[in-house]
């Protein structure tokens, strides 16, 4: 049974709207990652929270907002979509850091036509 | 900026035969090491890790990898390849702690019969 469960496993989009990807851990970690994987480029850190809490931040973008309502879940809200956007959207967790083992969901294929 | 490089895209073995996937870093300092691998519609999984200690390290399923700060590599060996080893190896490097890890862009590996 898969432990990180992401939701849905694609999305087809159109231009200009918005997407809510989820994200949901039962491995009881208390930081939770997002990750995205593109055809141009190799796997990029987003964020990455701990106990619910925003600790890291590399995507430049404000289009691109998590949300954590429960400890274990970690959502991924993406506005004004762009044909850029389109990748695969990885959910990643771990007990503690990033150096900790890192947990993967099997992603989000998100297509922004 | 740390980086990790993955000259090989693609690489091709025959069943039984010994495997060398490799990685380059570029950081300052002493790095923590990872490889993932991501079989097909999977999320990526953790095959081995290194912390500043003994150069060689073990992971599962027969793979092992050895640090070299000298020539700032981080190379995945298998002395004999399986069909089911056929995914996507990942090398990552992280400075420690709670940084984030970044990825190279990983390497494809075939399995000839």
């Known amino acids: 049974d898969p432990k990180i469960i992401q939701k849905p496993k694609y999305l087809v989009a159109v231009t200009g709207s918005e997407k809510i990807l989820i994200c949901e851990q039962y491995l009881g970690h208390n930081a939770m990652y997002w990750y995205r994987q593109s055809a141009k480029k190799p796997l990029e850190f987003m964020f990455s929270?701990?106990?619910?809490?925003?600790?890291d931040n590399q995507t430049a973008s404000s289009r691109f907002q998590p949300q954590s309502s429960k400890k274990n879940h970690l959502d991924l809200q993406i506005t004004a979509l762009k044909p850029d956007d389109s990748a695969t959207y990885f959910c990643a967790s771990s007990q503690e850091g990033a150096n900790e083992r890192l947990f993967f969901g099997h992603g989000t294929k998100l297509s922004v036509l | 900026a740390q980086s990790v490089t993955q000259p090989d895209a693609r690489v091709t073995v025959s069943e039984g035969a010994s495997l060398q996937l490799r990685c380059k870093y570029s950081y300052f300092g002493t790095p923590y090491l990872f490889w993932y691998v991501q079989y097909p519609r999977q999320g990526l999984q953790l095959l081995l890790k290194y912390y500043p200690g003994d150069p060689v390290v073990q992971g599962v399923n027969g793979f092992e990898a050895e640090f070299s700060k000298s020539n700032s590599s981080f190379h995945l060996r298998k002395a004999s390849v399986h069909w089911s080893d056929w995914a996507v190896y990942f090398c990552a490097v992280s400075m420690g702690g709670a940084d984030r890890l970044t990825f190279g862009k990983g390497t494809q590996l075939i399995i000839q019969p």
């Open positions: 929270y701990s106990y619910q809490k925003l600790m």
